[in-house]
């Protein structure tokens, strides 16, 4: 069989061995997600249904994979953290972003019907991924930093359009011109209008405006709305002993907590060295 | 918002771009998919089912990247082929291999019912993917023809191999000793005895050795059995007439075809080419 | 001794082979050479000693690097290219880089004093470096015409600069005002209002027009100018008989030919596979 | 001018951006030296002038750059430390190294004369060089572990093995058969049964019988050599008051000591973060 004389094409495939002792983050995104969650009804600003999905793809990628620390997700992306002295796969780049990336695909897509409920599914979603290395803790912790500031920015920017889209405060002589409606899928209708009205009237606000504008006008305080919304959800592995006779187990917890406070990593510094 | 003290981290993440000009080859394969055949109960040596699913989802994903000329798989594992001027998502790495890894999962996941019919899927399967550039025509053909001739040599084995084992030819006084029998899964039991025999039977032998064997003991004409056994499946675009108004239009095809003649080639010299 | 429980840094120095089956192109430029030439009072617009000290470095590469195809030199940048099937070092990139760098940087520094006579070297010069693939001859041949283009674009520029400056025809009325005088170095003054008219007065010209200022204001044609400047240096392998006897020997010849002409790469297909 | 339709070809320089906040060590290594060190006339087994030249090289970069913190000498290798916030050149990989290789190997040429005296240079010498991250101290320190681990093992083995050669303890009857001498160089002549004695005679000792062997037979101790030869040599910068003013200068200075010590560094945290 002339296989060897081909086999030469394998030598195109180079080294994507990733720096030792680094910490891997892989972070997945939602691939045209916009229209995914208009296709799919998804509720505006936040739907509790999706996120819980997300978050159970994310738990059934974590117990596979025992040199995950840890899982960060919000919206439609989620971030898995590979312990610093990580050797799956001898750390090769495309393996661990594949594997990562695909097992979380197909379980967003294998357990739609189970969070989703009556809405089905009516196409085969993607996600793209990334890989990017960090060198130590500080820098580790600034990244997850930055996508729950993240969560945070958009969270609340998200809360304050659609009420003011939803809640229809805009009055009719403000709509009076320009005003198309359009369909955007089954049911869902928008005045293009006051789309345009509530963007115009967030713009170069800050924090405290939109807080403002929740609560006067809408009678929303913003903190109460679900930590899930506000903060994400943070996957992690926890020893815990599992009855009386002091045996210990590994679950793995959800939590939505402030990862903002220093404190946070103070109380959680086992986050970097438990043991999978 | 603390935002922007944060967002120094995406710095960490390296550019990727891959060489221009070249031909980009994502190939895809099945994680653990011996167990997974197993536990779906796949035919051995091969699954016409699982095979046809495999194509649809590599079809889904040449539908939804024009800039892919080809896919080549077989078995669990799939090729495609960029074109080489392609310039998609800045011909960044990471991106082109995570997006066609990601839909390719999904879209197995999600017509599984389609083509697997009363075989209920029992857990999100996935698949891991990398990524290689060849820098002309000759070392392409060249990788397309290593994986042809893979499949020639994989499927003649195991088809001698299961032929073995299934039509039971081993007499009862050969596996007298050391037999043990094992459920592997609903319905499906092996004796080990016979699997070990089979191997034997068919170290250190040849293509015509193996030939042979199926035709004389079994009566079985290995040139007789599927071409998409023996050869995998090409998907490529093509140019047809949809009428007598003589409009055009791209179609994607599945061929079986012999890519190790060099003849293929010429006759298909618009594979590299062809607009889509 | 301890040299095992250190040894394990040696895993962060990561695998960096160049795809094969590419031309490797190695481009050299001298770092702050404005400066040096300067420095060491080389002649404006174009110092034929420190030019031919450029091409014997070169020359000096070319001989211990038997995969070399060609050199091409202009100015203080030299690009060497390796045939495509070089195995030196295994294709290692930073190995290949730094000893063609290397070697080419002490060769300069080496070889001065038989160049540059009395012009004593003042102090070490460098030289930076970048490798680049190319994966067919059609970009190896534009990289090739985009470096010679590179050298007309320059040296006319700098001909017709200099040419007014250093022919002072810039009236004295012109340079009433602003008229600072500095010793760039021993023995060579300049006026910055020369300069600064020299540089305004070829603001948005194009080629022709530098072309006639040359001949109609000074007299020079700028054809008769010297090959080595207008079209830099190429080196290559030649295969000659150096005897009645028929025998055969490689030596490497400089030419300054005009590589924008297709009929150039015509009548020199050889340089893509001559044997070193 | 056809600038513009060639220009394309700079797409295929590929970005090589270093990862951010990790040690960026720069290591070269004499290519050939054990033929440049016979060809020069070297002592053995340390000639002390050639590992000044080394050292004065290395001086000469790191005063070029400010952003190295150490450099570390042996032999005819030489690695050089940028802090971890370095950002010079963007971090460029190409261009840190190239740029570190060439200034180094032609100040190497450039000094020559300054510390080989009558020993003239023959021919240009060049070294490779490598990069390689380290994303914290603690891998740092065991890379200059390594390689001060390294300059005892092998000056161990090499004075052990340089003396027996040269006091010729080796009887004449132990030299009575394939007695080949050759001239290595000017007025050096080695016996090759000798050379050959020395070797096995060296061939599975641990470093306490090397020092036995100096000892008891030459009436050597080790710990008497030079450090330079037992330690090599490192740079880093130092802060300095200059007069009684307290002003505050930073100078390069060269050090001998053992830093497999682990006292070492804690008595110079500042080596990672003084400031250049």
Redesign the interface.
């Known amino acids: 069989?002339?296989?060897s004389s081909?086999?030469?094409?394998?030598?195109?495939?180079?080294?994507d061995?990733l720096?030792?002792?680094?910490w891997i983050v892989v972070r997945?995104d939602g691939?045209c997600f916009h229209k995914f969650a208009d296709d799919h009804n998804f509720k505006k600003p936040n739907d509790l249904r999706a996120l819980k999905l997300m978050n159970y793809a994310a738990f059934?990628v974590m117990r596979d994979f025992s040199d995950l620390l840890m899982g960060f997700g919000q919206s439609d992306e989620y971030s898995f953290v590979f312990k610093k002295d990580c050797n799956l796969y001898k750390r090769r780049a495309?393996?661990l972003?594949?594997?990562i990336?695909?097992?979380f695909?197909?379980?967003?897509?294998?357990?739609w019907n189970k969070f989703l409920g009556d809405q089905q599914?009516l196409?085969?979603?993607?996600?793209?991924?990334?890989?990017?290395?960090?060198?130590?803790e500080d820098?580790l912790i600034?990244?997850m930093?930055?996508r729950q500031?993240?969560v945070?920015?958009n969270n609340l920017y998200n809360t304050t359009f659609w009420t003011l889209v939803q809640e229809g405060k805009l009055s009719p002589t403000q709509a009076s011109f320009n005003c198309y409606v359009i369909t955007l899928n089954k049911g869902h209708s928008f005045n293009f209008y006051i789309l345009f009205q509530a963007e115009k009237r967030l713009c170069g606000t800050?924090?405290a405006d939109k807080n403002e504008i929740l609560f006067k006008e809408f009678n929303i305080n913003y903190n109460n709305e679900l930590e899930i919304f506000k903060r994400g959800t943070l996957l992690f592995r926890k020893n815990i002993n599992i009855d009386e006779s002091n045996k210990c187990s590994t679950v793995i917890v959800d939590v939505h907590d402030d990862m903002?406070k220093d404190s946070f990593w103070k109380d959680h510094k086992d986050l970097f060295t438990i043991k999978s």
């Open positions: 069989m002339a296989k081909f086999e030469y094409v394998k030598k195109f495939e180079l080294d061995t720096l030792p002792n680094t997945l691939k059934s495309a393996k972003l594949t594997t990336t695909s097992k695909s197909t379980s967003y897509t294998y357990y599914l196409y085969p979603p993607s996600f793209d991924g990334r890989i990017v290395l960090y060198p130590n820098t600034d990244y930093k930055w500031a993240d945070h920015i800050v924090s903002l």
